[in-house]
């Protein structure tokens, strides 16, 4: 029988490095019942983790949820995506290779569904080739995406930006993966993305191409 971890072993120090970096508990208990993501992200975590590691692990996905069936439009419980994505990150990490590659993964993914969405069509055809106004858009759009946070855009150079996120449930990572993947959308090229985690809900991104 699994007794769990033993204290000194690396599969203690992997767990341990993922709770810290997670605080699940703490992310959850922030939330309220009014924080909620569409259906498409959860739809996009459950895909992904079947494409890479088959339909049982991605059912393991969507009954961490406590989910049945995903609506991709409407709004559910942030709280339950961060379970799921918690979970996906968990079947992912020996893949991808950490907890952190799997948020970018996950996150990458969230971006692509987006934008294939109604909503993204129209941040699309409004930022047409140009990274500056994707960066700008993408802040109102996140106000579809999701019900919670507030987002902002600070320029640092013609090919620089710092994106800043105030309450938001889901660590620097996926973010990474959100905003590398709406860059690539728009044929930018050089793209670096790095996040800083500054406190529990709050984090910056220097973005540069």
């Known amino acids: 029988m ?19 970096a997670w605080h699940l508990t703490e992310r959850c208990l922030a939330a309220t019942p009014e924080d909620g993501a569409r259906g498409m992200f959860f739809q996009g ?20 949820s406590g989910l049945k069936e995903l609506n991709p439009a409407e709004l559910y419980p942030v709280t339950r995506f961060l379970a799921m994505s918690a979970e996906a990150t968990r079947l992912l990490r020996p893949q991808l290779g950490d907890w952190a590659q799997s948020l970018r993964y996950i996150g990458t993914q969230a971006t692509v569904d987006f934008l294939a969405s109604m909503f993204g069509r129209d941040l699309m055809q409004a930022a047409g080739r140009n990274p500056r106004k994707m960066l700008q858009h993408i802040v109102e759009n996140y106000r579809v995406a999701v019900s ?9 150079g013609d090919h620089s930006a710092r994106f800043v996120m105030r309450r938001d449930f889901m660590p620097a990572p996926y973010h ?23 406190s529990l809900l709050d984090t910056e991104y220097d973005v540069s191409w």
């Not at 699994?2 to 810290?20: H, I, L, N, Q, Y």
């Not at 079947?50 to 009954?63: H, I, M, R, T, V």
């Open 45 to 64: 975590v459950v895909g992904v983790v079947g494409f890479l590691q088959g339909e049982a692990a991605a059912a393991k996905c969507l009954s961490a």
């Open 176 to 198: 990474e993966g959100v905003l590398q993947a709406a860059l690539e959308a728009v044929g930018a090229q050089d793209i670096q993305v790095h996040g800083r985690q500054l």
């Open 148 to 156: 919670y946070g507030e987002r902002g855009v600070l320029w640092t």
């Open 2 to 20: 699994d007794r769990g971890p033993v204290e000194g072993s690396s599969r203690a120090a992997g767990r341990a490095e993922e709770s810290a």
